[in-house]
């Protein structure tokens, strides 16, 4: 069964920066992309960027490339993001969603992000 | 980027009923390989969205067949027939024929 497993909430300090994880399960890591999903309360879905765990390439939406910095641990079957200097409009949850032929065909539970001072 | 546009916003229908979602993309969603990658997503109260649909109308694993999926370039329609208490929740559209990938805003189907 493919499990994505996230890590728990982060609550970061305006300016500063948080790393989440989506451990994989159930399948062969580097045989999928990862991706990233934000959703913002309240609100609907915005792609964020993929991953490539086998060569660790990289591809990122325009509004996200200085923000969010996708890497994957093959050792761990574990995809990270970094969201770097936290504003509010980085309030949200972040989803990781396994890439299969240009769906998102298993998502993790998502993480809850709260940037506050 | 690719705009997709749902209607409408919210929905209300009658368990055992049946309900349509249209979504349309600002651009055609013909991959230049011949493959229109829209898919459809549920995400019920406080859950992740789940895959429900792939290339406009393949049913992922596991989805009933009161799911279908229909349309074709810019024009596409999601079809729930003799609705559960378990379809409740937001329907999105996703494209990955063009990148950036985007979603559509969400249509909430709700209880009459």
């Known amino acids: 069964e493919v499990q994505l497993q996230q890590s728990g909430p982060e609550v970061g300090r305006p300016g500063s920066s948080v790393k989440i994880s989506c451990k994989a399960s159930g399948y062969t890591f580097t045989d999928y992309v990862m991706n990233w999903v934000k959703q913002s309360p309240g609100q609907g879905l915005e792609w964020i960027g993929w991953?490539?765990?086998?060569?660790?390439?990289?591809d990122y939406a325009e509004k996200f490339k200085k923000k969010a910095t996708l890497t994957a641990d093959t050792s761990s079957n574990t995809a990270y993001i970094q969201l770097s200097s936290l504003t509010s409009e980085d309030t949200a949850t972040y989803f990781c969603a396994r890439g299969n032929n240009y769906r998102f065909d298993y998502w993790g539970q998502g993480v809850m992000v709260t940037v506050s001072s | 980027d690719v705009v997709m546009t749902q209607t409408p916003v919210s929905l209300s229908v009658s368990l055992g009923g049946q309900v349509s979602i249209s979504c349309r993309s600002s651009?055609?969603?013909?991959?230049?390989?011949?493959?229109?990658?829209l898919s459809w997503y549920l995400q019920k109260p406080g859950q992740s969205p789940q895959l429900l649909i792939y290339k406009v109308s393949n049913r992922f694993s596991g989805i009933s067949d009161r799911f279908s999926g229909s349309g074709s370039g810019t024009d596409f329609t999601l079809k729930i027939s003799r609705v559960e208490p378990d379809d409740l929740g937001v329907y999105y559209c996703g494209q990955g024929t063009q990148y950036p990938w985007t979603f559509g805003g969400g249509t909430k189907l709700e209880l009459k």
């Open positions: 991953i490539d765990p086998e060569y660790g390439s990289t």
């Open positions: 651009q055609s969603l013909v991959h230049n390989n011949g493959n229109t990658y």
